[in-house]
């Protein structure tokens, strides 16, 4: 399950994540983030943009991107058979991982 959310700002300023280098906060209008998440029997591959493009109605709009893909693996006829809750339960941790990274001041900002 994959959900790509896209902001008009830099995403970097509202969520609850911070990159250092030099033990120096790093903050760049290009900044492109990849990383794996591992937890219970689901993968999240994070990834975070602030240099993004997205057009709607044919007009380009520069933002930030949060694109999260939820995937698990499985044996034989697993998904098959129990499809409906395996996909409400990635729904929920795709969910569960973007909440969490947003801080509490952005996020109600959107009510």
């Given amino acids: 399950m994959r959900y790509i ?3 008009e700002s830099d995403i970097f300023e509202h ?3 911070g990159i250092s280098i030099n033990n120096k906060d790093h903050s760049c209008k290009n900044t492109l983030l990849r990383t794996e998440l591992s937890g219970d029997s689901f993968t999240n591959t994070l990834q975070i943009a602030n240099n993004a493009t997205h057009i709607v109605n044919n007009k380009r709009k520069i933002g930030s991107v949060i694109d999260i893909d939820t995937n698990k693996h499985y044996d034989g006829e697993e998904f098959l058979i129990n499809y409906t809750s395996e996909i409400e339960e990635a729904h929920f941790k ?8 947003l801080k509490p001041s952005f996020l109600k900002s959107y009510n």
């Fill in 15 to 17: 969520i609850n994540l």
């Fill in 94 to 101: 795709e969910k569960q991982l973007f909440y969490t990274l």
């Fill in 5 to 7: 959310n896209f902001f």
